[in-house]
């Protein structure tokens, strides 16, 4: 059927913002569907170089567009470096739409994707562009939401935590920006044809379709390790839990952790565990915290980041990975952490806070009460060995939802009804 009716699709995927970890399964997903014509990608060189996207992964149907553009030294609003990334940021996703409204979006059918389109990168002068592009009626105009609390017209009691200790003036000017900015995303949602996410958890503020690509897919080879090691003797020697992502004082508490890991090893003196803090470590202040504290040898954290063969290792040779996540925006429903997806994918149980959207495919789950309580249950868990294995199977089983030819036929069926829609 797609060959004779959608034979001459075109995908273009813009990815101008941050998410580099979005380009290389959604080109990959699309290299592998039959009736898609030719793939365009527009992005910056340094998203590009992070992707890991390799030439063997590329086929003559794929075209790249690189835009320069230089990592800030400095993730600070105040920093006048960090204004000038994100002014210039914006002003390259601007000459994106409009190349692609000018040269490359006039013939056969295009499905044009906006992978992320963060707070800095939306204007009125940009959605004027796609309203172009639109106009033009064989263009789907496909929007990423990841941030979807954003969205809708919802707030939460620490949402804007740390606008808190701001001034008068500066919260004002925030306020105005925010409704702004909040404005121009009604736009944005009436001009979308559907939404792309990570996780088809995720809520979206509208009935339109929600096409879902995962960040990372089942590797098989992955799930043949996982189940080798579940019988192997060495594998229960020591209680590894790693915690994915940069590690700075953010989104994630690792304060807690620490003194959780300290209070554990008082109470189980003999105990042998270890925690992974699987990324670079950005504060200082944390540092300091691990390395005076009674847990250091407990803990391994890296002063640079991990390549991905490394991040892959250190997650397969885990027992658990632990979403050690603050209480906004709320995960689960309106927001997905991205390593949620990476345990998921290789099979590995995860740890979450109970306040987490609860979902009935979660078999791979375990709920922690408090953040400080989630050292002790990994590790009863971990010393019930048939209690472990149990979810560690059940872990592997959820995997399989993860392998990209499932997750292909879900992205053909919701591309297809959006294409039949728009006719």
């Known amino acids: 059927m797609f060959k004779s009716e959608f034979d001459q699709i075109n995908v273009i995927l813009i990815e101008c913002a941050y998410h580099d970890e979005l380009l290389k399964p959604t080109l990959i997903l699309f290299e592998g569907i039959s009736f898609i014509r030719n793939i365009k990608i527009f992005t910056t060189d340094n998203i590009y170089d992070r992707s890991g996207i390799q030439s063997k992964e590329i086929s003559d149907k794929t075209n790249i567009f690189l835009y320069h553009l230089t990592d800030p030294y400095k993730k600070n609003i105040y920093n006048i470096d960090y204004i000038k990334y994100l002014l210039k940021k914006r002003s390259i996703f601007k000459r994106v739409l409009k190349e692609v409204y000018k040269n490359h979006c006039f013939k056969n059918i295009n499905l044009i994707f906006i992978l992320t389109i963060s707070d800095s990168m939306i204007s009125k002068s940009a959605i004027k562009i796609i309203k172009k592009i639109k106009s033009i009626g064989n263009n789907i105009m496909i929007i990423g939401i990841h941030n979807v609390h954003k969205w809708f017209d919802v707030t939460y009691d620490n949402l804007d935590k740390e606008n808190l200790n701001k001034s008068k003036k500066d919260k004002y000017y925030i306020n105005i920006f925010n409704k ?91 105990a042998d565990i270890k925690i992974i803090f699987a990324g670079k470590l950005l504060s200082e202040g944390l540092k300091d915290r691990i390395n005076k504290s009674l847990a250091r040898n407990n803990i391994l954290f890296f002063n640079r980041y991990l390549s991905a063969e490394e991040y892959k290792e250190y997650l397969l040779n885990s027992h658990f990975v632990l979403l050690n996540l603050r209480n906004v925006p709320p995960y689960g429903k309106y927001k997905i952490s991205g390593p949620e997806n990476d345990a998921r994918s290789m099979g590995i149980p995860l740890l979450v806070p109970d306040r987490y959207e609860k979902k009935q495919e979660d078999i791979n789950v375990i709920r922690y009460d408090k953040l400080i309580n989630s050292i002790d249950i990994a590790y009863n868990y971990y010393q019930d060995r048939k209690k472990y294995i149990n979810i560690a199977l059940k872990a592997i089983e959820n995997a399989n939802k993860y392998e990209i030819n499932v997750i292909r036929a879900k992205v053909i069926d919701t591309i297809t009804k959006m294409i039949k829609n728009k006719n």
């Open 180 to 270: 702004y900015i909040k404005n121009q995303r009604k736009h944005l949602i009436k001009l979308s044809d559907g939404f792309f996410t990570i996780s088809d958890k995720l809520e979206i503020p509208s009935e339109k379709p929600k096409l879902c690509i995962p960040n990372k897919f089942m590797i098989p080879e992955i799930l043949n390790k996982r189940k080798t090691l579940l019988n192997d003797k060495y594998f229960y020697e020591k209680c590894i839990i790693v915690i994915p992502g940069t590690v700075d004082e953010d989104r994630r508490d690792y304060f807690t952790i620490v003194k959780a890991l300290e209070e554990f090893l008082i109470k189980n003196k003999k």
